[in-house]
């Protein structure tokens, strides 16, 4: 016990809490498959949690504004629908409706490259409403198929032109927040 929780303690200084519970419970299996009668009692650190900002409306615009026009309808439909990158990826024209669009499947990486799906759940098939701008914007978009990769490579390299820490994902924290300032 003295001897990994000593270099559980030397490891802080170089690796994430999480890298580091992840290193320990590899060693954990191989003990105890080779020492069964070990009775370990190490302490790890704890991770810290980061609060998660809010982005602002302003940056929402600001990424919006710089983003061309292969990345700018997802980041519309992700910070203002709330659709995953995956969702995205998998839309056709023939998905929106003069209300919004409707969400059935997503493009996912499959054994031999990107694939559609049917949703895992039934949480997953869903309609979300849009504004009639939004719409007439996505279904002129010529993008559709896109691989979830392109979408994020672009997001990467436009958050570092834009200074903004948020991933792609982040947006659709923008959208609950709204739904929730809605009292929606």
Do not use: M
């Not at 302490?43 to 929402?60: A, C, D, G, M, R």
């Not at 519309?76 to 990158?85: E, T």
């Amino acid at each position: 016990n003295e001897i990994i929780q000593k270099e559980i303690n030397n490891l802080v200084s170089v690796n994430s809490p999480k890298t580091i519970k992840n290193k320990y419970n590899l060693l954990k299996s191989v003990l105890k498959i080779y020492r069964p009668e070990l009775n370990l009692h190490i302490q790890l650190p704890q991770s810290k949690k980061s609060p998660v900002p809010l982005q602002t409306e302003e940056t929402i615009h600001l990424l919006l504004n710089k983003a061309d026009e292969r990345l700018r309808v997802p980041i519309l439909l992700a910070a203002f629908g709330g659709l995953r990158r995956s969702e995205i990826c998998a839309l056709t024209k023939e998905d929106f409706t003069d209300r919004g669009v409707n969400i059935n499947k997503a493009k996912v990486l499959g054994s031999y490259g990107y694939v559609i799906k049917q949703p895992k759940t039934d949480a997953g098939y869903r309609f979300v409403p849009l504004s009639k701008e939004l719409i007439k914007e996505c279904k002129a978009w010529k993008y559709f198929g896109l691989n979830p990769d392109i979408i994020n490579n672009g997001f990467q390299t436009l958050r570092q032109q834009c200074d903004v820490s948020a991933t792609f994902h982040k947006l659709r924290h923008y959208y609950g927040t709204q739904l929730l300032r809605q009292g929606i």
